[in-house]
């Protein structure tokens, strides 16, 4: 997991903060017909008081006319319950956005340090793959988990050896 905080004081810029896991070489298919029936989502730990900029994921193959919807909660991870939900936005994915970091952009969304956040996404129109990467063993990710389930509100199940291919964009 990349958690590196970038200084541009010298520039009078704010400080960037990027969490990322962007090793891929897999693919989670997402959808919600009689073909597939699968939500998928990443757990991070933020550690700044940050403002959320973007999360981008890393769709490989789209439908045409498919629809993501992106859900940004708080969570807690001793319990492995979603909090609160804190956001939404979608996004159609076309054919051009595939092999590409698509970004969904958060409005006014600041995060609280030394907490963790996570989004699930949702695709309820069309179909869409993806990019995820499994964990090499010993290089399981502690500040991340991935979240699986083939219902949106399903409990679902945690996975500290795979991550999606993600970013998430902080101004500190």
Not at 147 to 169: E, S
């Amino acid at each position: 997991m990349n958690n590196q905080i970038l200084d541009y004081s010298k520039l009078k810029q704010q400080k960037r903060i990027l969490i990322s896991e962007e090793k891929n070489g897999m693919m989670i298919w997402l959808g919600n017909n009689e073909t597939i029936r699968k939500s998928a989502g990443q757990v991070f730990f933020n550690t700044a008081n940050a403002q959320l900029e973007s999360v981008a994921v890393l769709p490989q193959i789209a439908l045409p006319g498919t629809k993501l919807i992106m859900e940004l909660y708080r969570f807690d991870e001793p319990s492995k319950n979603w909090g609160e939900k804190i956001a939404t936005t979608e996004k159609l994915v076309l054919s051009g956005d595939c092999e590409e970091w698509l970004f969904f952009s958060f409005e006014q969304q600041m995060l609280d340090a030394a907490k963790w956040y996570g989004f699930k996404m949702i695709c309820n129109e069309g179909q869409v793959a993806i990019a995820e990467g499994v964990h090499k063993h010993g290089e399981i990710g502690a500040n991340s988990m991935q979240w699986t389930a083939n219902a949106v509100h399903d409990t679902g199940h945690f996975h500290k050896d795979f991550h999606l291919a993600y970013m998430v964009a902080l101004a500190a």
